[in-house]
Every structure is written in C-alpha cells, then in structure tokens.
C-alpha cells in the first residue's frame, strides 16, 4: 500500500520505519529537505504525485486542524490515522470523506494494558490510581529540550496533551467521566512555557474516584495503574510490562515497535476492537479542555 506520513519528527520517523518494515511503499511530507527517497514538500503535491491509500498526520499537534483540512481540500478519501491528541482543542468533527478514520493511542494495544483490562472486566472497581512521569529533557538527548514542541504550548505542547495515553486508557477502561478537578501547570524550574505537571481527580459512572498524575519532571520513567477493587488490588506497570494481583504477577515482553504493528495492522484490517476511534480522540480533547478549565476555575468541572 502507498502511504504519505505527514511530519518527520520522531513519531513520524517512527510511522515511516514501521510501515516501510511492513513493506508499504512510504513517502515522507516536511518542508524540511530530509533524506528520504519519497519527500514532498506539502500534501496537495503529495497526494496528486504519490497517490496514497493511508495518511498518516504526525506534524506538531498545532498544525492536525490545517492539515486534515489541506487532506481534505484535495479529494483524498482513504484510510487517516491522526496522531495523539486529535486536536489542540477539542474541536468537534473531522472531515467525514475519509474511508475510516482513527486516532494513534498505540498504548491501547500494550499487552499488558490489555490484560489488565481484561482482569478489571469481571470486577467492581472502588478506585483507581494512575501515575506518567519522565524527564522531558531525557526524551531526545540529542536535541534541546527547550526547542522542541513539547516546550511551547502555542504548538500542542505540555504534559496534559503530550501524555494523554492515560487519558485514553482510563477513559476507554472505566467509562466516560462525569465529573472532575484539577491542579496544573508551570512549576518547575525546566526552560519551557508549556505545563509541566498535573493533577486530576475524576469520577465516572462505574469509578467513584480515578486519580491521575502527570509530570515531564521524573528522572525515573514511571507508567502505572492501580486498581482497588471487590477482589484485591490489580497493578499495571506499563514500563515493566507486568499486571500484578493476589493471584500474582504477569509479565509481557514488548519490543520497541510492537503496539506501533499493532495498531496499523488493525487499521488496515478495518478490526475496530482495540484502536481508537474518532469520537473517541475527541472525547480525550474535550477531558483536556475541562481539565485546564477545572485549574483555572479552581473548581469543579461537569460533563
């Protein structure tokens, strides 16, 4: 299949290795001169020369709106997959002339995180309590960590956006949420203007209380989930790949590229059960846009 990835950052290097793995034939578009074999400059010349089947957008999360919409404006109507967060805002619909259309929450199809679903299905769940931390200027060694999109909130960067993974498995687990409060934003002394960390407390219709805390601040890279509940407490650790219960301890071994395989070889299949939809993505916007108004309110937020 021919397949254009929109934006060459890391996740759409990621995008373009994996599918070129794959044995999709992949071209590349930036307004970067990068080395790649299949480069165009912008989408309209991509699609009119290359003549994809799958888009994916992978540019800073600012700029998903414009080119959706350029995607669009050229008659495309096969296969998108958006990156995470759909939008900077939760904006309400998409084009609807795309054959299917999905969000790339890879995480969902974390072994781990899958059976730690599956091991919450059969029971009643008082309270759950979920942690994301690592240090931002970690992530690209090789680059400033000031000048990446992460730091400037103006292109979709921040915490709150940048590690919605959570947002999406708690809310895909447990249920849409009906209430919720916050605490978030700048505080620690790392060079950037973007929120940092951030605190939500929420409930939803089958979870009284679901904490959740975020930060670009841990030098220890941290992803885990506990989940107390009417038969003993059930833990995901997502860096370990381990789900622990009374009954013991589960390990899932995960290469660097496996939820990335996943997740396209769902999209292709059209195989809905797993990969996140869009009314999905959006819904993950709108917690985003409630979570910041909840800190600036200092108030609760309802659905």
């Known amino acids: 299949m021919k397949t254009v990835v929109v934006g060459y950052g890391s996740i759409g290097q990621r995008h373009a290795e994996v599918l070129s793995e794959q044995g999709h034939e992949v071209a590349i578009v930036s307004c970067r001169d990068i080395n790649h074999q299949n480069r165009f400059s912008n989408i309209e010349e991509a699609v009119s020369e290359f003549h994809p089947s799958y888009t994916i957008i992978a540019s800073s999360t600012n700029e998903h709106q414009k080119d959706i919409q350029e995607l669009s404006d050229t008659g495309f109507t096969g296969l998108l997959m958006i990156e995470k967060p759909v939008y900077a805002h ?8 795309f054959s299917r259309a999905k969000v790339a929450f890879n995480l969902r199809f974390h072994p781990a995180l899958l059976r730690f ?90 979870v009284p209380a679901i904490s959740l805390n975020m930060n670009y601040l841990d030098t220890t890279t941290r992803r885990n989930v506990t989940a ?27 290469e660097r590229n496996d939820t990335y395989n996943a997740q396209h070889a769902a999209m292709l299949k059209d195989d809905n059960t797993i990969i996140c939809d869009i009314s999905e993505g959006l819904k993950v916007m709108r917690m985003i846009d409630a979570v910041e108004n909840a800190a600036q309110q200092d108030a609760w937020v309802y659905a």
């Open 90 to 97: 939760g904006i309400e619909a998409i084009p609807s002339q």
């Open 228 to 254: 107390l509940t009417d038969k003993g407490s059930v833990h995901l650790d997502l860096v370990q790949g381990t789900v622990s219960s009374p009954q013991g301890t589960e390990t899932y071994s995960v």
């Open 117 to 206: 679903r599956e091991e919450l299905a059969s029971r009643e769940v008082h309270a759950v309590s979920a942690y994301v931390g690592s240090y931002l200027p970690s992530w690209r060694p090789t680059s400033d960590y000031r000048k990446g999109y992460s730091a400037d909130p103006s292109r979709g960067g921040g915490v709150l956006r940048d590690l919605s993974h959570e947002l999406d498995f708690l809310l895909w687990i447990f249920g849409d949420w009906n209430k919720l409060t916050s605490l978030g934003g700048h505080f620690s002394n790392l060079e950037i203007s973007s929120d940092d960390v951030y605190s939500i407390l929420f409930a939803t219709d089958r």
